[in-house]
């Protein structure tokens, strides 16, 4: 058990809808990323937060959108779904500063399908 | 920019032999931090391994081991006496220790074969 728990584990849904996962880092960690991965590709960058304030921006896209709130949970809502938005959705989140390896502590992911 | 090179798409190996998965990197940053991480058909992704840009010896964690050569831009994890608990995809990782993103490669997908 990694600590970082992702809400829901799986998602079924159809096109044009709007769909809100939700990510807990582990205690005490401060940073958490969120990746794509479709079937059978790499893990996609997509944003990261850091103590509420968003840190970096990998490719999101602008239907996609996210926040972290004061009690360090996320959120990732994609709006206006399509057949492709269909992934494995990770939420990571990590203890940053010095004397860290900074390793990422994944969730178990979100999967989504759009049908 | 951060770029992770896997050219391994797909790896056999051989039930208790050692297996080699290639990573190289690009970066122009001396300090950085380089990762392996698992992911089994079940879908998480486990941590394996760290190599910081500044460590004189290559790290190793039980069977897993990395090879470091950081002229060669090179972070190769090598994995001794292989179970069949290890097939599994394998994704390298870089990240700078002042920067923010994150970086996974492709990924080598390692079967082992009894």
């Known amino acids: 058990d990694s600590g970082v728990t992702q809400t829901p584990k799986h998602l079924i849904t159809a096109t044009g809808q709007r769909v809100t996962l939700r990510c807990s880092p582990r205690?005490?960690?401060?940073?958490v990323y969120w990746y794509q991965q479709s079937l059978d590709q790499g893990l996609q960058f997509l944003i990261q937060y850091y103590n509420g304030e968003e840190r970096a921006k990998g490719n999101i896209l602008e239907r996609f959108s996210a926040q972290q709130f004061p009690d360090l949970h996320s959120e990732l809502n994609l709006s206006s779904l399509e057949l492709g938005d269909s992934a494995l959705y990770f939420c990571?989140?990590?203890?940053?500063?010095?004397?860290?390896?900074?390793?990422?502590?994944f969730g178990e992911g979100s999967r989504l399908t759009v049908l | 920019a951060q770029k992770i090179t896997q050219t391994q798409p797909g790896m056999f190996v051989q039930e208790k032999e050692a297996v080699t998965l290639d990573c190289t990197y690009d970066t122009s940053d001396p300090s950085y931090g380089l990762f392996w991480y698992k992911q089994p058909s079940s879908g998480e992704m486990i941590f394996l391994i760290y190599?910081?840009?500044?460590?004189?010896q290559n790290a190793t964690e039980g069977r897993y081991s990395l090879n470091f050569q950081k002229a060669r831009k090179s972070a190769n994890l090598v994995i001794s006496a292989s179970q069949l608990g290890d097939s599994a995809m394998y994704f390298c990782a870089m990240k700078h220790n002042y920067g923010q993103n994150f970086v996974f490669g492709p990924g080598t997908r390692l079967s082992v074969l009894p």
């Open positions: 190599q910081g840009s500044y460590d004189q």
């Open positions: 205690s005490g960690d401060l940073s």
């Open positions: 990571a989140s990590s203890l940053e500063g010095q004397g860290n390896t900074g390793e990422l502590f």
